[in-house]
């Protein structure tokens, strides 16, 4: 008793270790980052509502399945080099050709969300105006991120620290702060020289060509492609929801200041969390190490990482403040429902990613290639929901 008394202590010591020294730092990061991001659509948030509703659809989405796509990835390059069939480098030809499948990918969640954000709107007039837009800008980011990806994957694995414990959520953090203010600077730059925005369009297709050369696609591949595009074709109509809610209920995050600035990063850290844990248990079912339902390790990881919620969402309350009262002049404070009630929908987010992957496990899916993606889009419906009815409250 005192043998396995000793080792349960081990083992808490350890998760507590990871989550702390390794996870608790990115997760800082990426919420510190996601506040640029934040910060910048509040200041952009009446133009664009405004001026390009159909992107307030489109956007929850775009930077979710983005997200996913990309989160997808470190994924797959984290189980690739647990199983050592990867190279910890960026020439590794692995590196090109899954960067342009993701590329790919991502163009492909554009048109269906452009297709529901113009149903739902209506506005005709600026509907191809936004799909331009969101295609360049979708392009250029899938490439930053691409790479983003790559090294967030590597460099921990260098180190001897677990990527999955890090790269998914850096690879989310990542796609958010590319996402709006490219969107934005594209939004801008064809406003003011369509001959410009053409050109740069233009280049960015012949770097996906590029790419396309430069890569080895073979028979795994394609299956990794169709597999993953059907994953993300279904999410992308999910997220069409998350989108429909926000332009619904915009008016009602913009009475409150302060969650016009929260959005991003509470969406982006909810999926965080679950990326995590989605991610660790992918892994986990590749090496074998689960086999009845419940996994005692993972109840112990979503212990721990539900009180660390507890203290994102508090930081997240806090910074806030600061980027509410320095940049928009607003007087704003703390929101006690949501510090109280987050940590809980954490908690749910993190279970339902450990029972998704080893649901597609069973299904016959790659859960590297399933879970993530699927968490992340379903914690920004939640995330919103939480935020909108935390908003009606205040409001």
Not at 42 to 54: Q, V, W
Not at 106 to 125: C, D, F, M, Y
Not at 347 to 365: H, N, P, S, T
Request: charge should be neutral; proline fraction near 3%; aromatic fraction near 10%.
């Amino acid at each position: 008793m005192a043998v396995c008394g000793a080792g349960a202590t081990r083992e808490v010591k350890e998760v507590l270790r990871e989550a702390v020294v390794v996870s608790l730092p990115a997760l800082l990061l990426c919420l510190f980052l996601d506040f640029f991001a934040g910060a910048f659509l509040g200041k952009f948030y009446e133009k664009i509502r405004l001026e390009y509703p159909i992107i307030l659809v489109i956007l929850p989405g775009l930077m979710g399945l983005r997200g996913n796509i990309f989160g997808a990835l470190a994924s797959r390059f984290a189980t690739m080099l647990h199983l050592g069939e990867m190279t910890p480098t960026l020439r590794d030809e692995n590196v090109t050709k899954n960067i342009l499948i993701s590329l790919l990918l991502s163009l492909l969640p554009v048109t269906i969300l452009w297709l529901v954000g113009v149903l739902k709107v209506g506005n005709a007039n600026v509907a191809v105006a936004v799909f331009l837009i969101v295609s360049a800008s979708t392009i250029f980011a899938s490439l930053i991120i691409g790479y983003s990806t790559a090294l967030a994957t590597l460099i921990p694995f260098r180190k001897g620290a677990d990527p999955d414990a890090v790269a998914a959520p850096l690879v989310t953090t990542i796609g958010d702060l590319v996402t709006v203010p490219l969107l934005v600077a594209f939004m801008i730059l064809y406003e003011r020289s369509t001959g410009f925005f053409g050109g740069l369009f233009l280049a960015g297709l012949a770097l996906v060509l590029l790419l396309w050369r430069h890569s080895r696609i073979g028979r795994d591949d394609i299956r990794t492609f169709f597999e993953v595009m059907g994953v993300v074709a279904i999410l992308a109509l999910v997220s069409s929801i998350t989108g429909s809610l926000l332009q619904s209920y915009s008016d009602v995050i913009g009475a409150t200041v302060i969650f016009s600035v929260m959005y991003i990063p509470i969406l982006a850290a909810t999926g965080n969390f679950g990326s995590i844990i989605g991610a660790k248990t992918s892994t986990r079912l590749h090496l074998g190490e689960i086999e009845g339902l419940f996994n005692r390790d993972v109840l112990l990881e979503i212990s721990v990482y539900t009180l660390l919620a507890g203290l994102i969402g508090l930081l997240a309350n806090v910074i806030a403040i600061g980027v509410v009262r320095s940049a928009l002049k607003e007087t704003v404070g703390l929101v006690s429902k949501f510090l109280i009630f987050y940590p809980l929908l954490v908690f749910g987010v993190m279970w339902m990613a450990y029972f998704m992957a080893l649901w597609f496990e069973r299904l016959g899916l790659d859960p590297d290639n399933a879970t993530v993606p699927a968490i992340t889009t379903l914690a920004d419906v939640f995330s919103t929901l939480f935020i909108i009815l935390v908003a009606r409250s205040m409001v």
